[in-house]
């Protein structure tokens, strides 16, 4: 499946925050948005999402207009992580990864013995069973992020999209949650669309990359051919160094 951005533009009390945007996202490969606060990234992925509206211009969701597919038709193609979710009622963590069977569920039918076998499978890849019947507001932030990955797996959808996924995790859950995802847009042809701030992370975990800046595409492609120490330090305004590391065969930025 193709996610395909035509000409997109969006502003807010008359303020250009997104301007003549064109992209592709396609299944199987993993696409980082990088950029400064401000940039836009937020607001292209809530219109990816459908939960804002474009000015002018188009999103295909497939072959069609994102403008007349339905929320759970929506859902069943994209998942959402968002960079947290607070919880007004005291939920356990498998019902919060059970809503994302919610899309193939009809009004008021309980989640099935398949569904509850999808979810404990995912949260046993993510380490989480042990939290199953935990409380998912008394989770620390790592906690709970790790399981709002795992509802939007469990929601098998073709693609994922994170609001920067990782800022509240350590660095080993870090790692341990972008390789992951990496595993199923290789494994299984997932498309995955992030928001992330770490260029090293980003530089390491995804094939391709975006690079907003002023509510403009600054740079798009691969990400060994986008990244450079010019091309980070026009993006961000502070100096970049690039190590090469002979061993994982990536390049480091410090």
């Known amino acids: 499946m193709e996610i395909k951005v035509e000409n ?63 929320f759970k038709k929506l859902s069943k193609l994209i998942a959402f992580v968002p960079q947290d979710y607070e919880s007004q009622t005291d939920i356990s963590v498998i019902d919060i990864v059970l809503m994302g069977r919610n899309p193939y569920l009809n009004t008021f039918q309980n989640p099935s013995k398949e569904d509850y076998k999808i979810c404990y499978r995912v949260m046993e890849n993510l380490n989480l069973t042990h939290l199953s019947n935990y409380s998912f507001s008394k989770l620390s932030g790592g906690q709970r992020q790790m399981v709002l990955v795992a509802r939007a797996i469990a929601q098998e959808t073709e693609f994922i999209v994170f609001d920067e996924p990782i800022s509240n995790l350590d660095i080993k859950n870090q790692h341990d949650v972008l390789a992951f995802i990496k595993n199923m847009a290789n494994r299984y042809g997932k498309g995955i669309i992030v928001s992330i701030h770490d260029p090293n992370l980003a530089n390491r975990y995804c094939d391709n990359i975006v690079m907003l800046k002023d509510g403009q595409v600054f740079k798009n492609g691969l990400s060994k051919d986008v990244f450079s120490e010019n091309t980070l330090k026009e993006l961000y305004d502070i100096d970049f160094n690039f190590i090469e590391n002979d061993i994982i065969s990536h390049y480091k930025i410090n």
């Open 8 to 70: 997109l533009n969006f502003k807010y009390n008359d303020n250009d925050v997104l301007s003549k945007i064109n992209l592709k996202f396609n299944s199987g490969k993993i696409y980082g948005i990088l950029g400064r606060n401000g940039s836009g990234k937020t607001t292209l992925i809530k219109l990816i999402l459908g939960l804002l509206k474009q000015n002018s211009g188009n999103i295909y969701i497939g072959k069609e207009n994102s403008t007349t597919i339905n």
